[in-house]
């Protein structure tokens, strides 16, 4: 499976921003979907990653409440709508897509390019 990220830009703290990432190839609809993200000089930071049906979501404590990550088995695309922002979100979020539930970048057999997010005081 091929993913596209896009959707990123600039917002003001305490704004909001929604991410997509479409993915081409088959059966996107059996890969957990997952959201990444790195700021520069840090280490890739799971977000939230999503059940192939929909229906089951985990996040990271430091996005719980003010992210939510959703799909569209139809339009092929997975989704991180971001409220409340802080410059501290500020970095590049990725897509990915695995086999299984992961919380860890090794977990992800396929990635999208990113997308920068900047979220300025």
């Known amino acids: 499976v091929q993913l596209q990220a896009s959707g990123g830009g600039s917002v003001q703290a305490g704004g909001s921003l929604r991410v997509s990432c479409a993915a081409s190839?088959?059966?996107?609809?059996?890969?957990?979907m997952g959201w990444f993200r790195q700021a520069p000089g840090k280490e890739s930071e799971f977000l939230a990653h999503i059940s192939g049906s929909g229906r089951s979501t985990v996040y990271a404590d430091s996005v719980k409440g003010r992210f939510t990550i959703s799909r569209d088995n139809v339009r092929n695309t997975v989704y991180l709508q971001m409220n409340r922002l802080k410059p501290e979100d500020t970095a590049v979020y990725s897509c990915?897509?695995?086999?299984?539930?992961?919380?860890?970048?090794?977990?992800?057999?396929?990635w999208g390019q990113g997308t920068q997010v900047t979220v300025s005081s």
């Open positions: 990915a897509a695995a086999y299984g539930f992961a919380v860890v970048a090794g977990g992800y057999k396929y």
């Open positions: 190839g088959r059966a996107f609809s059996t890969y957990v």
